[in-house]
């Protein structure tokens, strides 16, 4: 590679960087604004914004609510998933190729059509808009992401354990639960934070199928119709620095499994 080129790369590099980092940095710096207003230039910083997330119920609640919504989509979708995983990977049967892609499907379809769709059949089953309607379109859409993770990590797994432990007499659930089960649990853990992030961050579902007590996305979005301020700029950052810390510490933990198993 020639020197021009190996500077035209790096301005590219560079210059991705800054588009993708540029706003986030800057709904930072509006945040610490001793302002109502956002805009240019700040003049005098405070940490009024920050502090006072901790004195809104209204924030506490939703967040409480959103991490609530996370934690039960996910455990179903871990769940739901993992064996919808074990029963597609290795396996040649009729109508498997149907299974899949009607498993795969919900991560498919835009937001806003899964978003409506979900409110007519929520409807149609007569499951009222609130937490329960969430968690359910939260956890249908997350089990592809789990069933992909999952059925990636089973194909590694060397068939040769699994026939050892059935010669030495384990029946199916046995050999899955100490053979398949220990070695999916990178697999597991990793769907798991990346499930529990989608629905966290997940605005469209959760605005379709809400009722009166809103989500953090939600709420940050009725808090945009009355204008920019500050105040959602400290939201946004708080969870900005939550997704990051629990992100990073998920691909840490999963690398340490990986080396492990």
Same mark, same amino acid.
């Given at each position: 590679?020639?020197?021009?080129?190996? &500077?035209? !790369?790096?301005?590219?590099?560079?210059?991705?960087? %800054?588009?993708?980092?540029?706003?986030?940095? !800057?709904?930072?710096?509006?945040?610490?604004? @001793? +302002?109502?207003? =956002?805009g240019f230039p700040i003049r005098s910083y405070t940490l009024e914004? /920050?502090?006072?997330?901790?004195?809104?119920?209204?924030?506490?609640? %939703?967040?409480?609510?959103?991490?609530?919504i996370a934690v039960l989509s996910t455990l179903i979708s871990v769940?739901?998933?993992?064996?919808?995983?074990?029963?597609? *990977?290795?396996?040649?049967?009729?109508?498997?190729?149907?299974?899949?892609?009607?498993?795969?499907?919900?991560?498919?379809?835009?937001?806003?059509?899964?978003? &409506?769709?979900?409110? =007519?059949? %929520?409807?149609?089953?007569?499951?009222?808009?609130?937490?329960?309607? &969430?968690?359910?379109?939260?956890?249908?859409?997350?089990?592809?992401f789990v069933v992909l993770v999952v059925m990636a990590r089973l +194909?590694?797994?060397?068939? +040769?354990?699994?026939?050892? %432990?059935? @010669?030495?007499?384990? @029946?199916? !659930?046995?050999?899955?639960?100490? =053979?398949?089960?220990? /070695?999916?649990?990178?697999?597991?853990?990793?769907?798991?934070?990346?499930?529990?992030?989608? +629905?966290?961050? @997940?605005?469209?579902?959760?605005?379709?199928?809400?009722?009166?007590?809103?989500?953090?996305?939600?709420?940050?979005?009725?808090? #945009?119709?009355?204008?920019?301020?500050? *105040?959602?700029?400290?939201?946004?950052?708080?969870?900005?620095? #939550?997704?990051?810390?629990?992100?990073?510490?998920? *691909?840490?933990?999963?690398?340490?499994?990986?080396?492990?198993?």
């Amino acid at each position: 590679m020639t020197r021009g080129n190996r &500077i035209l !790369l790096s301005c590219v590099y560079w210059g991705f960087v %800054a588009y993708v980092f540029v706003p986030l940095v !800057l709904m930072v710096l509006m945040g610490f604004k @001793d +302002s109502k207003f =956002i805009g240019f230039p700040i003049r005098s910083y405070t940490l009024e914004w /920050y502090m006072g997330l901790f004195e809104n119920a209204e924030v506490i609640s %939703a967040f409480g609510y959103s991490v609530g919504i996370a934690v039960l989509s996910t455990l179903i979708s871990v769940f739901v998933g993992t064996w919808i995983a074990v029963l597609l *990977e290795g396996r040649k049967f009729w109508g498997r190729a149907a299974i899949f892609g009607m498993t795969v499907l919900p991560a498919l379809v835009p937001g806003i059509i899964s978003a &409506i769709a979900f409110r =007519i059949y %929520a409807r149609y089953l007569g499951i009222e808009p609130g937490m329960g309607a &969430i968690v359910w379109a939260h956890a249908v859409h997350n089990v592809p992401f789990v069933v992909l993770v999952v059925m990636a990590r089973l +194909s590694t797994l060397p068939k +040769s354990q699994i026939e050892a %432990a059935r @010669d030495l007499g384990a @029946d199916p !659930l046995i050999a899955f639960l100490r =053979i398949s089960l220990p /070695y999916l649990i990178p697999a597991i853990m990793g769907a798991s934070i990346f499930c529990l992030l989608l +629905s966290f961050d @997940d605005f469209v579902r959760s605005f379709f199928l809400g009722g009166y007590e809103p989500t953090l996305p939600v709420l940050i979005f009725a808090k #945009l119709k009355s204008g920019m301020s500050p *105040e959602i700029n400290a939201i946004a950052t708080a969870a900005l620095v #939550l997704t990051a810390v629990v992100g990073v510490w998920a *691909e840490r933990f999963t690398r340490r499994m990986n080396k492990e198993s």
